[in-house]
């Protein structure tokens, strides 16, 4: 084997869904996403760093068990559903390991590991075509999606994540598009299909029979197969009659629904034409104990009316880009005694978890709801409760 190919077990993954190998004879090795654990590959090194190397399966000489041929003929060049190659249960049981793991080394001190090893785990109704929203890549009127770990553009036909109406409309939505990224989606409801370019309203259904009307660019979450079980979850974490701070609120996701449920809500969100859509549906469903503020939550003068709120229960639920202060904020609010934390970046939430832990909560519990099937990504929630307190 020449110097830059390496023969490795995979021993398992970590986060990112890469694989991780410990030869006997070289440092650790992380591979590109597409192993499974237990398999033996033949690897090209890509680069050398002091304590580790990072290469790219080349072969698999022996395939785990667990692995079938993927269904989408646009990979392994397109970089969407690397976790394709095994079954939606195995792929489960592999983002809760990871999840554990990625956890027990940013919590382990602060958290039992009968806490992290042991997750409420979700599962998705739909592996596939979930997708209500997205990126599509436009280059001369043709759909693209990006490749995987660059930025080449493969050209794609036919997404197998996207549902159904949104997939055969891609070329469609291209042809009037200029070249660049664009966010689509459509409504699960009457199935319309708009790019965030697009100003019409698509209908999206909420648990308990209301409904609220976005516009295209505005954020949703993309699997509306398995978000009426979130919405239903974060309901349950929420005390009848509790005073819920829906923070990071979209249009409404669960607000709304947690406002229809009896619970006074104050909601804060940064894009005005979603808290905008959500006060319509409000104020639609005679849902008067809703309340809605537009506000950047990194500046210190939207706490102001969230402290004066006196909410027992705050369900955060943060882009993937991170928090900013919002801990240091959460901290000093009297009256919480639960904070509900939904994570679709782990590794950046366990940062503003453990800030909770050092200063006097404890996480009672986990959950790991599968939201992106067929890719490593996963939403975690959080519940944490002040110490001393029954929740
Ligand atoms: C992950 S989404 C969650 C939306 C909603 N909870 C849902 O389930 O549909 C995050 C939301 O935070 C909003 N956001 C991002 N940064 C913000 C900030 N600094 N202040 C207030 N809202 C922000 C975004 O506009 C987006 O609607």
Known sequence: ?????????????????????????????????GVLPGEEIQ???????????????????????????????????CGGCRFGITSQRTQLALKQAIMADTLRRHLGKE??????????????????????????????????????GSHAKVPIERCLLFARPLAEALPRLA??????????????VDHAVASALETHRLSLPLPGGLAVDVLPQTFFQANQSLNPTLVEHIRSWCPAGSRVADLYAGAGNFGLPLAQAGNPVFAVEGDGPALQAARTTAARSGLDHWQ?????????RAWKPILEFQPDVVVADPPRSGSGPVCRHLLHIPSLERIIWISCDLTNSAR??????????????????????????????FILDRRGSNG
Request: some cysteine.
């Open 111 to 148: 958290v039992p590991a009968s806490v992290l090893e042991s997750p409420q785990v979700v599962p998705s109704p739909k592996g596939w075509r979930y997708r209500w929203r997205g990126q599509l890549h436009v280059h001369q009127g043709q759909p693209h999606l990006l490749g995987q």
């Open 292 to 300: 809605g503020r537009q506000a950047d939550l990194r500046h210190e």
């Open 43 to 77: 690897a090209r090194i890509t680069k050398r760093h002091k304590d580790y190397l990072r290469a790219k399966c080349e072969t698999v000489l022996e395939p785990a068990s667990e692995r079938r041929p993927h269904p989408c003929p646009a990979s392994p060049a």
């Open 1 to 33: 084997m020449s110097d830059s190919l390496m023969r490795l077990r995979v021993e398992k993954l970590i986060w990112r869904g890469r694989g991780l190998a410990r030869p006997a004879d070289a440092p650790v090795v992380i591979v590109e996403p």
């Open 352 to 381: 503003d978890v453990r800030s909770f832990l050092t200063q006097g909560w404890q996480l009672t519990s986990l959950a790991l709801f599968d939201m992106f099937p067929q890719t490593w990504h996963m939403e975690g929630v």
């Open 175 to 188: 042809r009037d598009l200029p070249d660049g990224r664009h966010t689509v989606a459509a409504s699960p």
